[in-house]
């Protein structure tokens, strides 16, 4: 069956970095768009960054434009979402979810357009 899973977050002091991924099983990545959404205790959940199928085309929150990048790895169905500079109000849980049309756009993208969600992983950013 279709999974999502996510990996790599934990604590970080302001200013590190990390690496998120992941896992896809159960279809073919390239077929799909891949986004990463947060979501803060009492905050709703907000698109992060969102990279399409086909050409890749890569897509980012203002918030944090500049210093995260997201990739996709087809062959090994992975995506990764590389987080550097990291400040306080990073700190959330982190999923990544399927677009069933491999579309990004519009983009910021409402959750409610795709299908599979993982599980979250926790990412916390303090000193």
């Known amino acids: 069956q279709v999974q999502l899973v996510e990996s790599g977050g934990g604590l970080v002091q302001p200013g590190g970095s990390l690496r998120l991924s992941c896992a896809a099983s159960g279809f073919t990545l390239d077929y799909y768009a891949i986004a990463w959404f947060r979501q803060a205790p009492g905050m709703e959940r907000e698109g992060v960054s969102c990279i399409s199928s086909g050409d890749g085309s890569t897509y980012y929150a203002d918030s944090v434009k500049g210093r995260f990048t997201i990739s996709r790895d087809n062959a090994k169905s992975t995506v990764t979402l590389q987080m550097k500079s990291l400040k306080p109000e990073d700190a959330a849980v982190y999923y990544c979810?399927?677009?069933?049309?491999?579309?990004?756009?519009?983009?910021?993208?409402?959750?409610?357009?795709?299908?599979?969600w993982g599980q979250g992983t926790q990412v916390t950013v303090s000193s």
């Open positions: 979810a399927r677009h069933p049309l491999g579309l990004c756009e519009p983009w910021p993208s409402d959750s409610y357009d795709y299908d599979y």
